[in-house]
């Protein structure tokens, strides 16, 4: 059974890091797509970031530029996400996702992709 899950969530202050890890079973991410979205409440799932499959191309939504880093661990299955210098506006559910090979590219669209994680909760608050 493929199955994506997130991990590394927790209550920071503004200006801390963290960092979310998003771990695969059932399944190599080798050959996937990984995306990064958010959904804070009342709000719509947005885009945070990607990475390629072999790590040479990733992304940012605009408002976490300079502050996240994501990268990816081939030999352990698993992609991440550091989050530095956080902001109470970055509080929402974080979910990782998976896309297989296709000829589209809507890498931070979230309906592009085929699976999801369960989400793991970051609350940044002093």
């Known amino acids: 059974q493929l199955q994506l899950v997130e991990s590394g969530g927790g209550l920071v202050q503004p200006g801390g890091s963290l960092r979310l890890s998003c771990a695969a079973s059932?399944?190599?991410?080798?050959?996937?797509?990984i995306g990064w979205f958010r959904q804070a409440p009342g709000k719509e799932r947005e885009g945070v970031s990607y990475?390629?499959?072999?790590?040479?191309?990733?992304d940012y939504t605009d408002s976490v530029k300079g502050r996240f880093t994501i990268s990816r661990d081939n030999a352990k299955n698993t992609v991440y996400l550091q989050m530095n210098s956080l902001k109470p506006e970055d509080t929402a559910v974080y979910y990782c996702?998976?896309?297989?090979?296709?000829?589209?590219?809507?890498?931070?669209?979230?309906?592009?992709?085929?699976?999801w994680g369960q989400g793991t909760q970051v609350t940044v608050s002093s």
């Open positions: 996702a998976a896309k297989g090979s296709g000829d589209s590219w809507y890498p931070l669209w979230p309906e592009w992709y085929d699976y």
């Open positions: 059932g399944f190599s991410l080798d050959y996937y797509v």
């Open positions: 990475i390629s499959s072999g790590g040479g191309s990733k």
